[in-house]
């Protein structure tokens, strides 16, 4: 099909408070509340004849702070200000192109003006997966349908190194998987105890285990969770998240070589798949990863901040790059294309910063099973409280069943006692979900000089 032209009508934003359950931590910092962002966006398609010409679409993504941003000067509450401002210049950018145009191509006429770039893509990425949500309900398609038949209109002028690739036929010519396998994170505060407690219940087969950059501790700590694993989980397979927190490749190498080292580990290190990002993003980049590139694949992730920045991590021998709707689902899909035009070792994986119930998680798994990609990290299910209430969790249960169950307490949470997630409930037209927030109980996002200070922990 030929991707139709459209306008951008109206983009209304807002937030909600998520108080998580437990506190997350990653890199330096500890999480206990984050706000959540919601996106509406009203599009009107050109050449629909006597059928609808315009729909809403929707969005969501947590709001992080200190990962988009981790400048030591900017507090956590100034981090995720610089979210809501990434929202706004964004949706002025865009409410301000009247033009006709494909989805992709309003997504590659704006151009941010915020810093770092990690950031001010935050806000473009979540207005487009609700353009892209209008667009798929006034076609009639589902997600997997849409992305397909490259209903956006997505093309290599973002990235000039796909010039030739055949973008269309590559779309076409994916399947969706029919279950993505859910990843566990073990974070940095999560004991082995819990882990085994976990596995009792819980049919999980992939795990990503958080690193703080300190080798004597985190070897300490990966021989503990072996051994549960090992035992608990015979045939696992794992990952590693740096998180930013290792000083260089010389660094990184100290902590594969102990690994070599400990018997305790010799298990553990086949069932490594990958490293995620242990380098500095502000280092990552400057200088290869020399022999530790042939040692285990490396992906970049905090790193990957444009259109350029995977074959720049390429060149300094990472062979992979994450996957997150927090970062766009455009860039996503070409990277996944650059994979296939490279071939292996090249891969994509599939990362989660706090995917909430509802439609971000729907969302960002209907592109992680659209490009193929068979486990993902999933951990917002872990640090969220479920729905904002009753009657929202209820609607989305009855509009998907079998992705969200009800746990003891009645609450409405993701379905993860399989160890995996069927993408049938995400067939529906548009993108990724037949419920909607209550968005009569959503505030208007937050002017950007308001701070967040509750619950954040350096």
Known sequence: MSAPRLRIRAIELYERPVRFVKPFRFGAVTVEAAPQAFVRALVAVEGQGE????????????MMPKWFDKRPDRSPADTVDGLRRSLIEARDAYLSDSRLDTAFGHHAAFSPTLEPKLAAAFGPAQIDKAVLDGLLRVLGLNAFQGLGANAAGLDARLAPDLAGFGLDGFLNGLSPLPAVELRHTVGLLDAPEALRALLERSALRWFKIKLGGDVDADIARLCALAAVLEEAAPGYRATLDGNEQYRDAGHVAELLDRMDAAPELAGFR???????QPI????ALARPLGAVAERVPVIVDESDDGYDAFPRARAMGYRGVSSKSCKGLYKAILNRARCAAWGPPHFISAEDLTCQAGLSVQQDTALVAFLGIPHAERNGHQYGGGFAGEA????????????????????VRLATASGRLETAPLYGPGFAHLSDPDWSALSPLSNPTSALSQGVHP
């Open 270 to 276: 086949r069932a490594l798949a990958y490293l995620e």
């Open 51 to 62: 059928g609808q010409r315009e729909a809403w679409g929707a969005a969501a993504e947590m």
């Open 392 to 411: 929202e969790g209820a609607a989305f249960l009855d509009a998907h069943p079998g992705f969200y169950t009800r746990d003891r307490e009645g609450t």
């Open 280 to 283: 500095a993003r502000e280092a």
